[in-house]
């Protein structure tokens, strides 16, 4: 295992233009097919690190140069596709695992062409983050890309690691659209059919960003469980509020503050008012249970076994005169 990451490390050094050769020194002879067969099996065997292998492949396959640029100088994406980039203990884990065996992916980044000298990241922001943190230069493949251009790379880079919760899938088509981003462009970034998308976007419209952000990617939370919690959202669109500014409520993880929103959130129906009837003896004779819709009367027969009887037989007349007090 050492001895292929060893070969990747070397393979993602960073590459300088090739000069021209003088006459009196001889030109570097062309990579023979054997080698170039023996790079993509050295990678192949990479079993652990497969969907990372994959997308060098195809990266050097194109013919793009990696380069190092100061992670000081690389710029999130216009949009973010990514909630908590570098937040919790998976970042921590990510960020030992860099530390440990290196960068052996590049971002894609797109030179800034407002701020000369700066880099905007298509994808890799974690890697950014965990780099920046540790210090060191990032690995970056450098191209000119649309806004279009750009948002289908993260798009498709994200959909192919399977990475993105469903809720940031659906934020970042969402603010897409925002951002003037064709549909189209979007289907294809995300990899989804028109109708999955305009679910996704439209659930998103039906929720506070401002809630989104402060739940978080929530891996385990699925379309459904949002779409409840849209709705209860709908019924009281301030209780949340009064959950979010709680002081706890960013301690546990993004599935736990899920759960604790909607729980928060769902109306338990309140316990009817009681009241208990009871004789001179202190037996209880009846119960009186009033609710907003109904009140509901219990004769206990164990103690008061005719009164049941009785109260039937006068309940006539006691509406009677109920109406006749109501009407003066």
Excluded: C
């Excluded at 570097?28 to 997308?55: F, T």
């Excluded at 709680?246 to 729980?263: I, T, V, Y």
Aim: charge should be positive; proline fraction near 7%; charged fraction near 30%.
């Amino acid at each position: 295992m050492n001895k292929r990451r060893d070969q990747l490390k070397a393979m993602m050094a960073p590459i300088t233009a090739p000069t021209a050769p003088s006459e009196d020194r001889p030109t570097r002879p062309p990579v023979s097919s054997g080698s170039l067969k023996a790079m993509g099996l050295s990678l192949k065997s990479l079993s652990d690190d497969a969907d990372e292998a994959r997308a060098l492949r195809a990266q050097l396959a194109s013919g793009a140069q990696v380069v190092e640029i100061d992670p000081n100088l690389v710029d999130p994406a216009f949009i973010r596709d990514r909630l908590n980039v570098s937040d919790g203990d998976e970042f921590e884990a990510f960020k030992a695992g860099l530390s440990e065996d290196g960068q052996q992916v590049p971002i894609l980044v797109r030179p800034r062409i407002d701020a000369p000298g700066r880099y905007q990241a298509a994808y890799g922001h974690r890697r950014v983050a965990a780099l920046r943190a540790l210090g060191r230069p990032v690995k970056a493949i450098v191209r000119p890309l649309s806004d279009e251009e750009l948002v289908v790379a993260q798009g498709k880079e994200n959909t192919d690691r399977k990475d993105l919760s469903f809720i940031e899938r659906a934020l970042f088509a969402a603010r897409l659209e925002d951002r003037g981003i064709a549909r189209a462009a979007i289907m294809s970034a995300l990899s989804v059919p028109k109708g999955n998308l305009s679910t996704m976007i439209s659930l998103v419209r039906e929720l506070p960003e401002d809630l989104i952000i402060a739940i978080g990617a929530a891996p385990k939370v699925g379309r459904p469980r949002w779409e409840q919690l849209a709705s209860l959202v709908k019924q009281d669109d301030t209780k949340w509020r009064d959950v979010v500014s709680d002081a706890n409520f960013q301690a546990g993880p993004s599935d736990a503050r899920f759960e604790r929103m909607l729980k928060a959130l769902v109306r338990r129906p309140k316990k009817p008012a009681t009241h208990i009837v009871k004789s001179d003896d202190g037996k209880q004779v009846a119960r009186i249970e009033r609710a907003k819709d109904q009140t509901r009367l219990t004769i206990d027969n164990r103690h008061a076994p005719d009164f049941g009887a009785y109260l039937v037989d006068q309940l006539p007349e006691i509406y009677a005169a109920f109406k006749r007090r109501a009407d003066a």
